[in-house]
Nanobody, 124 residues
Framework: QVQLVESGGGLVQAGDSLRLSCAASGLTFSNYGMGWFRQAPGKEREFVAAISWNVGSTYYADSVKGRFIISRDNAKKTVYLQMSSLKPEDTAVYYC?????????????????WGQGTQVTVSS
């Protein structure tokens, strides 16, 4: 069974840090580009960060550049999102997704497999 399971969300204060994890199973993880997206209440899902299959390339939304870092451990079949200097506007459900093209992308349509999401709430 192909599955992505996010963890690490929670309630934090502005300026705090948080690390999200996304564990994959049932797929050849090292073949996939991986991405993080988020969706705030009443808003569309938006791209946050992506990483290519071989860790050669990373991509970030302008809103998180310099604050968030995406990484992956292919041996552990896990992708991470280290979030620092969190702001209330970062509050959202965060989803990880797998891209069979392998390159990582800011286009949600490129992603075939999605996790269920983890809630991140940043209080001011």
């Amino acid at each position: 069974q192909v599955q992505l399971v996010e963890s690490g969300g929670g309630l934090v204060q502005a300026g705090d840090s948080l690390r999200l994890s996304c564990a994959a199973s049932g797929l050849t993880f090292s073949n996939y580009g991986m991405g993080w997206f988020r969706q705030a209440p009443g808003k569309e899902r938006e791209f946050v960060a992506a990483i290519s299959w071989n860790v050669g390339s990373t991509y970030y939304a302008d809103s998180v550049k310099g604050r968030f870092i995406i990484s992956r451990d292919n041996a552990k079949k896990t992708v991470y999102l280290q979030m620092s200097s969190l702001k209330p506007e970062d509050t959202a459900v965060y989803y990880c997704a797998a891209d069979l093209y392998g390159v990582g992308s800011d286009l949600s349509s490129n992603y075939e497999i999605w996790g269920q999401g983890t809630q991140v709430t940043v209080s001011s």
